[in-house]
């Protein structure tokens, strides 16, 4: 089933405004990874997470353990933010990461 | 410069044909992972590795097994392989047993026909 729950599955920003990306879980987790893939394929580690928050430049993620989701900020986004983006959740106690859908960016000039 | 290599980087195998992708990684790291990705269902982990000759299987074994002899190097065989296992092939690696970042190779590319 869905363990990992993405939203949206697609999304088309306009360069220069701000969106949110979504990941709900129906798992134990004490730790959220997000991923970016680029049009290439190659996959580059966004954030690790413990429940709380993080920043790193014009991205910021939120992981709420007890309400089971996390969040991803993109402000100001930019062409070369497009990609699909992965949140990875960890079941509980085995250290094995489980993948969402992914959510599908594309940022337009 | 930190880094998972993958090799190789696309491949072509007839069904039944035998298959061995390699994964290494520079860092030292205990946990290494392999992760098969296909359209839609992001990424479903195959096997998982916490050091030498230590093991354990993912959500997806069925159709491989995994080697790993050296820390830096964890190998995916598919013995005998079916065309349903054509699918962009991720390997992984972490600093230990407990969870941490994941860092990916750049993908394999594989194709049975």
């Known amino acids: 089933g869905d363990q990992v729950k993405q939203s949206p599955s697609a999304l088309s920003l306009q360069e220069g405004t701000n969106s949110a990306l979504r990941c709900n879980f129906s798992?134990?987790?004490?730790?959220v990874q997000w991923f970016l893939q680029n049009p290439r394929g190659s996959l580059m580690n966004l954030f690790y997470?413990?429940?709380g928050t993080k920043e790193n430049g014009r991205l910021k993620s939120t992981f709420n353990s007890k309400e089971s989701y996390s969040t991803l900020h993109i402000r100001d986004a930019q062409l070369e933010d497009s990609g699909t983006y992965f949140c990875?959740?960890?079941?509980?106690?085995?250290?094995?990461?489980?993948f969402g859908a992914g959510t599908r960016l594309k940022v337009i000039a | 410069d930190m880094k998972v290599t993958q090799m190789p980087r696309y491949l072509i195998k007839r069904m039944g044909e035998n298959v061995l992708l390699e994964c290494g990684q520079d860092m030292s790291h205990e946990t290494m992972y392999w992760y098969r990705q296909d359209p839609g269902l992001g990424l479903q982990l195959i096997y998982i590795?916490?050091?030498?000759?230590?093991?354990s299987e993912g959500d997806i074994p069925k159709g491989y097994r995994v080697s790993r002899k050296k820390r830096e190097h964890f190998s995916l065989i598919l013995d005998s392989a079916k065309t349903n296992q054509t699918s962009v092939y991720f390997c992984a690696s972490s600093l230990d047993r407990a969870a941490e970042t994941l860092y990916f190779g750049s993908g394999t590319r594989l194709t049975v026909l």
């Open positions: 997470l413990v429940p």
């Open positions: 590795s916490y050091d030498v000759d230590s093991n």
């Open positions: 990875a959740a960890e079941h509980t106690g085995n250290y094995k990461y489980v």
């Open positions: 798992i134990a987790t004490t730790t």
